[in-house]
């Protein structure tokens, strides 16, 4: 079954600093992977998704995110982060064999400090 | 643009009570699920429809039930409630199984 790791619970990090968000999934056959973000007692939003095409993949916010099939990676990167950006952060996969319901992480809080 | 609605917003329900969640998903889209986040949780699948039909079903409580309606709004329905029960549910809809997925900003519910 598909599983996603999200290694980092906490993200600390000084604003205008860059960050990245690391997530690693279990199979590489065809999946599309998506990074939510998550503000306290708010909905989740799609930040970016890689479906297919360039593994360069950019979103919303400044955000972007690479496709590293051989690593069974995609990992989340802002060159320079702001305070408004302090959130929860969940990596989900989804494929046909887990009838494309999403999978998701345990969740990365990152925290801008000024 | 349309987006996923969810309701009520919040829910505050009693032990051994029954809630209903209802979601109507955005128009054209006929793959609706439901998760379910606990506190400091990630979201968590608990069951799908595509089409009106029961298209997956996660780690449901068999006091859970969900149907799809013909207006492909759909419904979560809870019974016998208990304490662990109180998260926030999401639903979420896409066209096709294997679209992109938009998330409303669910139904907190508290169960006392």
């Known amino acids: 079954a598909q599983s996603v790791t999200q290694l980092d619970s906490q993200v600390p990090v000084f604003e205008e ?16 992977l998506f990074w939510y973000v998550q503000y306290p007692n708010q909905g989740l939003q799609l930040l970016l998704k890689y479906l297919s095409g360039s593994t360069l993949v950019k979103g919303i916010n400044g955000f972007e995110a690479e496709f590293n099939k051989s690593q069974t990676s995609f990992h989340l990167r802002k060159p320079s982060v702001h305070i408004s950006d302090t959130a929860e952060y969940f990596c989900a996969v989804s494929d046909r064999d887990s009838s494309y319901k999403l999978i998701f992480g345990s969740g990365t809080r990152l925290l801008v400090r000024p | 643009a349309a987006g996923v609605i969810q309701s009520p917003r919040h829910l505050i329900k009693e032990k051994r009570e029954t809630a209903t969640l209802k979601c109507y998903p955005i128009p054209r889209h006929d793959t609706v699920y439901w998760y379910q986040q ?66 409303g900003q669910g139904t907190r519910l508290t169960v006392v």
């Open chain 2, 38 to 103: 606990g506190p400091g949780q990630d979201p968590q699948f608990l069951i799908s429809f595509y089409e009106k039909m029961q298209s997956d079903k996660g780690s449901i409580p068999d006091r859970f039930s969900a149907q799809q309606f013909s207006d492909y709004h759909s419904e979560l329905n809870m019974s016998s409630l208990e304490l662990g029960d109180s998260a926030l549910y999401f639903c979420a809809s896409s066209f096709d199984t294997h679209t992109e997925a938009f998330f």
């Open chain 1, 17 to 32: 600093a860059p960050v990245e968000l690391r997530c690693n999934y279990s199979s590489s056959v065809s999946v599309y």
